[in-house]
């Protein structure tokens, strides 16, 4: 997608915002919708998020924009009609268009949204502390906690089969076949690496299916620079519901480590600084247990070191698999790049691998 020609102001202006736009900067790190921050005059008036919704990956923007209401809604009803110790948590506010509506469907065929920004907020790609860990593991708890009454099948699917490791592996299985791009002979190892686990990978699938862990309404995507921060570094909000739909408790609790508690980026390529930080899954497990430990049941509390083992893997595989096709899910900033997050996720699950025992004696302390 290109936003080559489009007059971002001209866009921002069809939502009903206050004062007239000062700046509009390109933020965030997402891989796949475009995301600026709006700054408007006078000085002090609001800040907006404005996002380009990648339409080629969520085909029904009004549905995805529904759940998206929905979602806020909750959440936004429960911190006002039910007194918590975290009444001090937001929801990002979506701003409608003049004529109403939550999206806006421009001439060249692209999805717009915008948000009131929460200002002075900040998130991280990076954790730098166990206090920010303990704090990102208690706001994906809080959201757990707030959308466990949720009705999930009021929710539209926005991508189906997510996190299915039959599917994801059956989809790999079939590219690695066709090979569009040449590049299965020299990944032998990846693919190697993929295949050695992936029976073992299958277990959370199959918890959910014999109906061992219970389906509830997850976020399905608790990257950890979802959570925003304000300046005591509190985290006071989750954001991005493009994802959150029925799914496992688990999946959202190993994502959350898988890019909370790495202490290399996502994409690094020098494998060396890639690893589990122990004290910060820790630290993200008592913060998350604080407030999920009084819902979850035994078994969702038992297999919390394997959801972070078994999402650096699903994510691993969507990056090799990406690579393999030709690059067409994932934005990339450089050739190869899938491939180094692939490489960047697999040598993340060998340390967790190295150091499972610790971390399932770390699930149990609480
Ligand atoms: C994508 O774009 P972003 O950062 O919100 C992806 C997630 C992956 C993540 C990997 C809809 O999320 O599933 O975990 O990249 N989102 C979608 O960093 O596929
Ligand atoms: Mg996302």
Same mark, same amino acid.
């Given at each position: 997608?290109?936003? @080559?020609?489009?007059?971002?102001?001209?866009?921002?202006?069809?939502?009903?915002?206050?004062?007239?736009?000062?700046?509009?900067?390109?933020?965030? /790190? @997402?891989?796949? #919708?475009?995301?600026?921050?709006?700054?408007?005059?006078?000085? *002090?008036? /609001?800040? &907006?998020?404005?996002?380009?919704?990648?339409?080629?990956?969520?085909?029904?923007?009004?549905?995805?924009?529904?759940?998206?209401?929905?979602?806020?809604?909750?959440?936004?009803?429960?911190? $006002?009609?039910?007194?918590?110790?975290? !009444?001090?948590?937001?929801? $990002?506010?979506?701003?409608?268009t003049r004529q109403g509506n939550f999206f806006l469907h421009d001439p060249e065929g692209n999805f717009w949204r915008l948000y009131l920004y929460i200002s002075g907020t900040k998130s991280?790609?990076?954790?730098?502390?166990?206090?920010?860990?303990?704090? *990102?593991?208690?706001?994906?708890?809080?959201?757990?906690?707030?959308?466990?009454?949720?009705?999930?099948?009021?929710?539209?699917?926005?991508?189906?089969?997510?996190?299915? +490791?039959?599917?994801?592996?059956?989809?790999?299985?079939?590219?690695?076949q066709l090979d569009p791009e040449k590049r299965v002979s020299s990944l032998q190892s990846e693919i190697n690496f993929v295949e050695s686990r992936a029976e073992e990978m299958h277990l959370?699938?199959?918890?959910?299916?014999?109906?061992?862990?219970?389906?509830?309404?997850?976020?399905?995507?608790?990257?950890?620079?979802n959570v925003l921060f304000d300046d005591h570094q509190r985290a006071i909000s989750v954001v991005d519901f493009d994802t959150v739909m029925p799914g496992y408790s688990l999946y959202d609790?190993?994502?959350?480590?898988?890019?909370?508690? #790495?202490?290399?980026?996502?994409?690094?390529? !020098?494998?060396?600084?890639?690893?589990?930080?122990?004290?910060?899954?820790?630290?993200?497990?008592?913060?998350?247990?604080? +407030?999920?430990? *009084?819902?979850?049941?035994?078994?969702?509390?038992?297999?919390?070191?394997?959801?972070?083992?078994?999402?650096? &893997?699903?994510?691993?595989?969507?990056?090799?698999?990406?690579? +393999?096709? *030709?690059?067409?899910?994932?934005?990339?900033?450089?050739?190869?790049?899938?491939?180094?997050?692939?490489?960047?996720?697999?040598?993340? $699950?060998?340390?967790?691998?190295?150091?499972?025992?610790?971390?399932?004696?770390?699930?149990?302390?609480?």
């Amino acid at each position: 997608m290109n936003t @080559g020609n489009t007059n971002l102001e001209a866009i921002v202006c069809e939502f009903r915002t206050e004062g007239s736009v000062d700046s509009v900067k390109r933020v965030g /790190s @997402g891989h796949i #919708n475009d995301s600026y921050l709006v700054t408007t005059n006078p000085a *002090g008036n /609001s800040d &907006y998020l404005l996002q380009r919704i990648n339409h080629h990956i969520f085909r029904d923007v009004p549905k995805l924009t529904d759940n998206i209401l929905k979602v806020s809604r909750h959440l936004q009803a429960r911190l $006002l009609c039910q007194p918590s110790d975290f !009444d001090y948590f937001q929801v $990002l506010k979506p701003v409608a268009t003049r004529q109403g509506n939550f999206f806006l469907h421009d001439p060249e065929g692209n999805f717009w949204r915008l948000y009131l920004y929460i200002s002075g907020t900040k998130s991280y790609d990076i954790v730098e502390s166990s206090d920010l860990a303990f704090e *990102g593991g208690k706001a994906f708890g809080i959201f757990q906690y707030l959308t466990a009454d949720m009705d999930g099948s009021a929710l539209f699917e926005t991508l189906t089969d997510f996190h299915n +490791i039959a599917v994801r592996l059956q989809n790999f299985r079939s590219i690695v076949q066709l090979d569009p791009e040449k590049r299965v002979s020299s990944l032998q190892s990846e693919i190697n690496f993929v295949e050695s686990r992936a029976e073992e990978m299958h277990l959370i699938l199959e918890l959910g299916r014999s109906g061992a862990i219970p389906l509830r309404v997850t976020h399905n995507d608790t990257k950890f620079n979802n959570v925003l921060f304000d300046d005591h570094q509190r985290a006071i909000s989750v954001v991005d519901f493009d994802t959150v739909m029925p799914g496992y408790s688990l999946y959202d609790f190993g994502d959350a480590i898988r890019t909370g508690t #790495n202490t290399g980026a996502e994409d690094e390529q !020098d494998l060396s600084k890639v690893g589990i930080n122990l004290s910060l899954f820790a630290a993200y497990t008592r913060g998350y247990l604080s +407030i999920a430990g *009084g819902f979850l049941t035994p078994v969702e509390l038992s297999h919390l070191a394997f959801s972070a083992k078994f999402m650096t &893997y699903i994510i691993g595989l969507r990056f090799l698999t990406d690579h +393999i096709d *030709g690059d067409h899910y994932y934005r990339i900033h450089h050739p190869d790049h899938n491939l180094h997050r692939a490489k960047a996720q697999f040598r993340l $699950l060998e340390s967790m691998e190295e150091h499972f025992a610790e971390m399932q004696t770390i699930q149990a302390l609480r």
